[in-house]
């Protein structure tokens, strides 16, 4: 029986392409660059690159962020400062916290019968800030988050520190629900929990690869 459960953040509880959209045109009117649809795409791209690097320790965090957007003005052909963007792209998004659809009503109902717990690799204080101005930290009963130890999804370390911040609840009593399939389901399947997959794009899904499929939030109340 299921008695904490772990909640990825972004693009999980949070919408992290719409919340980065609004940050990327609060900062770009700063610099005086003119905004398009298509630059929200470009960065997605290689900030997902980025972020796979990071998982397989090909990256650091502080790499990311000294690299990230000098690569994305370079493929947009855009002069900027991409040490200025960046500084201006983390102070502006803690001010942004879009809730996925139907992830306030899924909380009210997961902490009515478990304890939840968010796992996640983003900045711990970022997070802090999100959560809160999103209404869903009442609904938390801790926010994991091991990156000042050098410590990221899908690490099997990361999620062993989960479940130490978990007990007693042990590793068959506990679940995560997440959309990354390398970060949240991967490393759940690496420490033995039970796995729900967010495939919130409509993915093919891949038998076995996780417990569970659910393409809305609210499908959760089917499994939990």
């Known amino acids: 029986m299921i008695k904490a459960v772990l909640l990825d953040v972004d693009n999980t509880l949070l919408d992290f392409n719409k919340s980065a959209s609004e940050t990327i045109k609060s900062a770009f009117k700063e610099l005086g660059i003119k905004y398009s649809a298509d630059i929200l795409d470009v960065f997605l791209r290689v900030n997902d690159t980025l972020w796979h690097r990071i998982e397989k320790k090909e990256l650091t965090r502080e790499e990311l962020h000294r690299i990230r957007w000098s690569i994305i003005f370079d493929e947009l052909g855009i002069t900027a400062d991409g040490h200025e963007m960046e500084g201006l792209?983390?102070?502006?998004?803690?001010?942004?916290?879009?809730?996925?659809?139907?992830?306030?009503?899924?909380?009210?109902?997961?902490?009515?019968?478990?304890?939840?717990?968010?796992?996640?690799?983003?900045?711990?204080?970022?997070?802090?800030?999100?959560?809160?101005?999103?209404?869903?930290?009442?609904?938390?009963?801790?926010?994991?988050?091991?990156?000042?130890?050098?410590?990221?999804?899908?690490?099997?370390?990361?999620?062993?520190?989960?479940?130490?911040?978990?007990?007693?609840?042990?590793?068959?009593?506990?679940?995560i629900i997440g959309d990354s399939l390398s970060a949240d389901i991967a490393?759940?399947?690496?420490?033995?929990?039970?796995?729900?997959?967010?495939?919130?794009?409509?993915e093919k899904p891949v038998f076995g690869l996780c417990d569970y499929t659910i393409e809305k939030l609210s499908d959760v109340k089917n499994i939990l």
């Open 89 to 175: 792209f983390l102070s502006r998004l803690e001010n942004f916290a879009i809730p996925v659809d139907g992830a306030i009503d899924i909380l009210k109902y997961l902490s009515a019968k478990y304890k939840l717990y968010t796992a996640s690799n983003a900045p711990y204080a970022q997070q802090v800030k999100r959560l809160t101005l999103s209404g869903m930290i009442p609904y938390i009963e801790k926010i994991l988050n091991f990156g000042n130890q050098g410590i990221n999804k899908p690490q099997k370390r990361f999620f062993e520190e989960c479940l130490n911040a978990v007990s007693p609840a042990k590793k068959e009593e506990v679940a």
């Open 187 to 202: 490393g759940g399947k690496s420490i033995g929990i039970t796995t729900v997959w967010f495939n919130r794009t409509g």
